[in-house]
């Protein structure tokens, strides 16, 4: 409304310069007295009400801003007895600044951080040396505590497999050039990445070189979920073995992917890009063109979605997982989508054209009695080497909260020996899904090989290795 009245007050304006220039044109003083007289009061009046009018509002508008930024921080800080502060002396309070620094970076009008914004603002930003201040010179302190890691590979290019890259989804893309050695630090491959979310990385095979990374991270891109959600730009690619990066322009509509994967086919490097979309301050952010797996035969140039569409639905599952065995074939593992269709499946494919569903687990959820488990969750799926006709895969179920938010966790632990075409369930670390209570993001899956009784402990809880 505000808008409106500041560009009536232009018009307004604009008709007052128009009426002055007709006074000038006329000659006698008693004319020229007589049109200022008729029609300069009723306009100026009207000039005034305008300006006073959008005045109130931009204040109040500040002022609805202000409570809203004080309504927040009383949530995320509760307020502390004045006893409390006394009873004993408190250190300095960063977090407080990094929240002052985390509401001062807010859009008003969105009430959130634009981060979408960021990759088109570096980009302006390159493009414009004056947007830059030369004479400030930054020196990186050192840290040894990391954010969130949802992934890590080995550089295919070094002979002594010491050199690592791993994809922060709360900070960029990192590498250490030699994991062996403690002492060995941790590189930012470039600033803008610190601001990106990155989640899968790979390398092709025919040409270690050739790396990419795709950003997002659609995990945590859900309803009422907390702040660390980052919404992606597309793929990244390298094609130096990582000296140089640069966004593939064809998948700058990719919102999240959720995993990357290369295989050869016919000699040439085909890329399987699992794009999904997300939530993120109560907005949908869904990728363009829609969900799906997306192949690319052209280095990422064009891309075609393969998947087949949801039973019932005109648009194709969303990928949580790609697993490739070493027979060549490809499983997806499925998530929910913004609509809330297509969880809990697995497709698989030799060729990436056509399509074997598996829906069988999906089914066994949606028929559970337990509240907890009645909606079905992602899928996650793992390989190996030593044993090429078998895979794994865990099968996320979940439930709503009094909070209205779907709480997953692991359901089904299941295997196939003959590469899919039959599952059965393996025996769980604990009961009810105990060891997998926060399946919408924190839970991964592998399998180790010649390793025995291989103990693991994830938060409070220790599990065993399974045999291949």
Same mark, same amino acid.
């Given at each position: ?215 997002? =991270?659609?995990? %945590? ?6 702040? +660390? /959600? @980052?919404?992606?730009? !597309?793929?990244?690619?390298? #094609? ?24 050869? =086919?016919?000699? %040439? ?6 794009? +999904? /979309? @997300?939530?993120?301050? !109560?907005?949908?952010?869904? #990728? ?181």
């Amino acid at each position: 409304m505000h808008r409106f009245l500041q560009y009536l007050y232009v018009v307004i304006l604009f008709f007052y310069q128009i009426l002055l220039l007709k006074i000038a044109n006329f000659r006698t003083p008693i004319k020229e007295a007589h049109i200022m007289k008729k029609y300069y009061l009723p306009v100026l009046i009207i000039a005034v009400v305008v300006i006073l009018t959008t005045m109130f509002l931009q204040q109040n508008r500040h002022q609805r801003y202000e409570k809203y930024l004080l309504s927040l921080y009383a949530s995320d800080f509760p307020v502390q007895t004045k006893t409390f502060h006394s009873e004993k002396p408190k250190p300095d309070k960063p977090h407080l600044a990094a929240q002052q620094d985390y509401y001062a970076t807010f859009d008003p009008n969105l009430k959130r951080i634009p981060s979408e914004r960021i990759y088109a603002a570096y980009v302006k930003t390159n493009k414009s040396p004056s947007l830059k201040n030369s004479s400030l010179s930054w020196t990186e302190l050192p840290s040894n505590m990391g954010g969130r890691v949802r992934s890590m590979m080995y550089d295919l290019n070094d002979s002594q497999h010491k050199k690592v890259w791993a994809g922060s989804v709360t900070g960029g893309l990192w590498v250490n050039n030699d994991i062996t050695h403690p002492d060995s630090a941790w590189h930012a491959v470039d600033d803008l990445w610190e601001n990106l979310s990155v989640g899968c990385l790979a390398t092709d095979p025919q040409n270690t070189s050739v790396l990419y990374a795709g950003t997002g =991270e659609a995990q %945590t891109a859900v309803s009422i979920y907390r702040e +660390s /959600s @980052g919404k992606g730009v !597309g793929i990244y690619k390298s #094609s130096n073995a990582g000296a140089n990066w640069q966004l593939i322009p064809s998948t700058s509509g990719f919102s999240y992917v959720t995993d990357l994967e290369v295989r050869i =086919e016919n000699d %040439t490097s085909t890329i399987y890009a699992a794009v +999904s /979309s @997300g939530t993120y301050k !109560g907005v949908d952010h869904p #990728s363009q063109p829609y969900d799906g797996l997306y192949q690319s035969k052209d280095g990422g140039q064009s891309w075609k979605q393969v998947l087949p569409l949801i039973e019932g639905l005109s648009v194709p599952y969303t990928p949580s997982d790609i697993e490739i065995t070493p027979t060549g074939r490809i499983f997806v593992g499925t998530t929910r989508n913004l609509q809330g269709a297509g969880g809990g499946c697995i497709l698989w494919s030799d060729n990436g054209l056509n399509w074997s569903l598996v829906d069988h687990y999906k089914t066994l959820i949606e028929q559970e009695t337990d509240p907890r488990f009645q909606i079905p969750g992602r899928v996650l799926l793992a390989s190996t080497p030593a044993a090429p006709s078998s895979i794994y895969a865990v099968v996320a179920a979940g439930g709503y909260t009094e909070e209205d938010f779907i709480y997953y966790r692991g359901k089904y632990l299941i295997r196939s020996d003959n590469t899919g075409t039959d599952w059965y369930e393996l025996n769980q670390p604990s009961p009810d899904g105990a060891w997998s209570t926060l399946a919408w993001h924190a839970l991964t899956l592998a399998v180790l090989t010649n390793v025995k009784n291989c103990n693991w402990e994830s938060m409070s809880y220790q599990f065993q290795s399974l045999p291949v």
